[in-house]
């Protein structure tokens, strides 16, 4: 189909797989108890999501993401872990200080770099997980040097998460439908077109 009509039927089949994976991550969250099942879940939504960017749009959807979720349960919960040790200990130096006199204060001001830091490599510990086979400290080691080194896709990532956060906020009925699969599909592609670039440029010196 081409024109109006296929243009319309491609955006239909896109919102439909969209809400469709949200509400496995959703179920499946809920299935590893909250906690342990968010991370394995989220990792399964950027598993298929990785899949359409990749052209491969007939994939089963649910089979990709159950697979995913047991294959990546320990691996990625151990990685949220992480995750979350590492952002809580710099939420508490970030409280204490923010309230601190003299000279310690200071050191809030890199603490505060330190935190954005974290916060946009987390953005691509998911890509970088799924996209690459490697233990969780390469996860994070590369996503830190990935974010670095692409400004471009690390300023676009930024700025369509806004956006998203955005839309859900002004129309909060979207958030159980879309929240989580937009955020993840607009993180991934970004991610993706640094993988992409990434990929060029290993190519292009090694054929040298």
């Known amino acids: 189909m081409?024109?109006?009509?296929?243009?319309?039927?491609?955006?239909?089949?896109?919102?439909?797989?969209?809400?469709?994976?949200?509400?496995?991550?959703?179920?499946?969250?809920?299935m590893g108890l909250g906690l342990f099942g968010l991370f394995?879940?989220?990792?399964?939504m950027f598993t298929?999501?990785?899949?359409?960017?990749?052209?491969?749009?007939?994939?089963?959807?649910?089979?990709?993401?159950?697979?995913?979720?047991?294959?990546?349960?320990l691996k990625s919960n151990l990685l949220g872990l992480l995750i979350m040790v590492t952002g809580y200990v710099l939420y508490i130096d970030l409280y204490f200080l923010g309230r601190a006199d003299g000279f310690i204060s200071v050191i809030y001001?890199?603490?505060?770099?330190?935190?954005?830091?974290?916060?946009?490599t987390i953005c691509y510990i998911f890509p970088t997980f799924v996209h690459f086979d490697v233990s969780v400290f390469q996860v994070v080691k590369n996503s830190f040097l990935i974010m670095l080194m692409n400004p471009l896709s690390t300023i676009m990532m930024v700025i369509g998460s806004i956006?998203?956060?955005?839309?859900?906020?002004?129309?909060?009925?979207l958030i159980p439908i879309f929240g989580g699969s937009v955020l993840a599909f607009v993180?991934?592609?970004?991610?993706?077109?640094?993988?992409?670039?990434?990929?060029?440029?290993?190519?292009?010196s090694t054929s040298k």
């Open 2 to 30: 081409n024109g109006f009509v296929g243009g319309f039927y491609k955006i239909s089949e896109w919102i439909m797989r969209l809400a469709y994976i949200n509400l496995l991550w959703i179920m499946f969250t809920i």
């Open 163 to 173: 956006a998203v956060y955005m839309l859900m906020t002004t129309l909060p009925g």
């Open 187 to 204: 993180i991934m592609w970004s991610a993706f077109l640094a993988f992409t670039r990434i990929e060029r440029q290993r190519q292009a």
């Open 48 to 73: 298929v999501i990785r899949k359409w960017l990749m052209g491969f749009d007939d994939i089963p959807i649910f089979k990709t993401f159950w697979t995913s979720y047991k294959k990546e349960f």
């Open 40 to 44: 394995p879940a989220t990792i399964s």
């Open 109 to 120: 001001y890199p603490t505060f770099l330190l935190s954005i830091g974290f916060i946009l």
